[in-house]
């Protein structure tokens, strides 16, 4: 296949930026798109250019990391599957492939393709963990019963791979899909009850605090997540955050 591609380049964080056009020859089919934009930097760094600056780690949809918006879809137009598992199939020769940044105030853009997606991290920080009694009384996870349900509804939420295409499809930037994911893998278990107010109020907070917009329910987030994280997650946060603010 041969493809143009318009590709946003923007030097660093203060850099107004700008959508640059590259022509691309001989992509096969069955390469990833992140092996595709690898032939391109091989070709930039031959002609003495500065490569494109993308994110990327495991290559296999797990760690979160390539976040792309490729022809105004996060990720893609696959669905359920990150950027990395887009295969090139899914375009046509000729056609033109428009690659920009995810985009919301709280994921900044540090150069080219890659965005600071660090209030992430922080508001796992504020609360997304159980804390571990090692006091050599901790009672073995095993011998607590879990319904069948709730292990499968809690391990679907702990798909979540933080990629933040839930923010960058959103009108609003909101994170609710995402903080909604982390609040229920430990919500629907007996493990995660014993901090659940505490972890409610400050991931929310601490949500809010970074920048992130609120939740209007358009389901952009749903449709667009590479893991299928349900909107019904949406609706145990919001439960789960009425009653701790009751409690609180
Ligand atoms: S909820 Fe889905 S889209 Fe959002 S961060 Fe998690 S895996 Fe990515
Ligand atoms: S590079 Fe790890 S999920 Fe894509």
């Given amino acids: 296949m041969n493809l143009t ?10 850099d107004k930026g700008q959508i640059v056009t590259y ?9 990833s798109f992140l092996e595709m934009l690898d032939i391109l930097n091989d070709q930039l760094i031959t002609n003495g250019d500065d490569p494109v600056a993308f994110d990327h780690d495991c290559r296999e949809g797990i760690c979160g990391m390539c976040s792309l918006y490729i022809n105004g879809e996060a990720h893609g137009p696959d669905r359920l599957v990150t950027t990395c598992q887009l295969h090139m199939r899914k375009f046509k020769d000729g056609d033109t492939i428009f690659i920009e940044p995810f985009r919301a105030k709280a ?21 997304g963990f159980i804390s571990v009694n090692t006091s050599g009384n901790t009672q073995d996870a095993n011998s607590i019963p879990i319904s069948k349900n709730a292990a499968d509804e809690a391990m679907d939420a702990a798909t979540c791979i933080g990629c933040g295409a839930c923010v960058a499809s959103c009108k609003n930037s909101s994170a609710m899909l995402f903080v909604s994911a982390k609040v229920s893998q430990y919500a629907l278990l007996p493990q995660g009850q014993v901090e659940a107010t505490d972890r409610v109020l400050n991931m929310v907070k601490q949500m809010d605090e970074e920048g992130f917009g609120n939740c209007t329910n358009t389901g952009a987030c749903e449709v667009e997540c590479p893991k299928g994280i349900s909107l019904e997650n949406i609706a145990r946060m919001n439960r789960e955050y009425l009653s701790a603010s009751l409690k609180g």
């Fill in 107 to 127: 994921f900044p853009v540090i150069k080219d393709l890659v965005v600071d997606r660090s209030s992430f991290d922080r508001i796992q920080h504020s609360g």
């Fill in 23 to 31: 022509p691309i020859t001989g992509i096969e089919g069955d390469m």
């Fill in 5 to 14: 591609l318009k590709i946003w380049r923007q030097k660093n964080a203060n």
